[in-house]
């Protein structure tokens, strides 16, 4: 996997929508601060966060946060918590569950030795150049039937 030149950060890419105030802004991105290692690993000029609350400190308030990283579909995750600092939490945690869900669909399954070394996309490139798939590792041969 590539590193990212301009990495977002909560900070930089989180807007306050209804229900909340520019002060507020400071304090929700502080609660949000955990969601920098799971967003560092999209571009910062294409990811946006979006967190807004209906009936703020009423019963039934729902707090909203949307995430929107280019390429990808947009997530949204909510809570009815009627706590407004745990809704935050609730949401902020749901998110970070999501991102990982995505990421972990897009990575190659069952074989971590190509995940992590990134083998997997330049052996399929080469491919799809050829129109077949790639060629086994021959020094892995017989490691399944052992």
């Keep these: 996997m590539s590193a990212v030149a301009n990495p977002a950060t909560v900070a930089g890419c989180l ?30 000029d294409a990811t946006e966060l979006e967190v807004s609350v209906k009936d703020r400190e009423a019963r039934g308030q729902k707090v909203t946060l949307e995430c929107w990283v280019a390429g990808r579909q947009k997530i949204v995750t909510t809570s009815s918590e009627e706590d407004l600092h745990a809704a935050l939490n609730d949401v902020r945690d749901d998110l970070r569950r999501r991102l990982n869900d ?32 790639p060629a086994a590792d021959p020094s892995r041969a017989d490691a399944e039937t052992v």
């Excluded at 209804?18 to 304090?27: H, K, L």
């Excluded at 070394?117 to 799809?128: F, H, P, S």
């Design 15 to 44: 807007r306050v929508g209804a229900g909340f105030s520019q002060g507020d802004r400071n304090w929700i991105a502080e609660q949000f601060a955990t969601l920098d290692a799971r967003l560092a690993g999209f571009h910062a």
């Design 102 to 133: 995505a990421k972990t669909r897009q990575e190659p399954r069952h074989n971590k030795h190509l995940r992590d070394n990134g083998l997997v996309d330049a052996g399929a490139d080469q491919a799809e150049e050829r129109d077949e798939l």
